[in-house]
């Protein structure tokens, strides 16, 4: 346990000094860190991720609108028929005879 914890320590400051010496700290930064063009891929992550749960939201709504449209097509009454006055030319209400 403590030889594990010494060898740990031993690596990281011999690395730490082969960083120094050969300058390679920038590289590990580099490799390591996030830059900008990973933020920026992160950020249009999550804006999809967002646009994704508003589209199927959106996809829901309109399967309700759907339905609720098809179920007062059937409970509507038909369309009224017209018919042109002779005398005017406005539109009557056609009356169908008993």
Do not use: W
């Amino acid at each position: 346990m403590l030889q594990a914890i010494l060898m740990k320590k031993v690596i990281s400051v011999v690395m730490e000094k082969i960083a120094k010496k050969h300058r390679i700290k920038k590289l590990q930064d580099y490799v390591e860190k996030d830059n900008e063009l990973d933020i920026q891929v992160k950020q249009q992550q999550k804006t999809i991720g967002r646009q994704g749960k508003t589209i199927e939201e959106n996809e829901k709504e309109i399967a309700i609108m759907k339905n609720e449209i098809s179920a007062l097509k059937e409970i509507a009454h038909a369309p009224q028929e017209y018919v042109c006055c002779k005398n005017c030319g406005c539109k009557i209400a056609k009356i169908k005879n008993k």
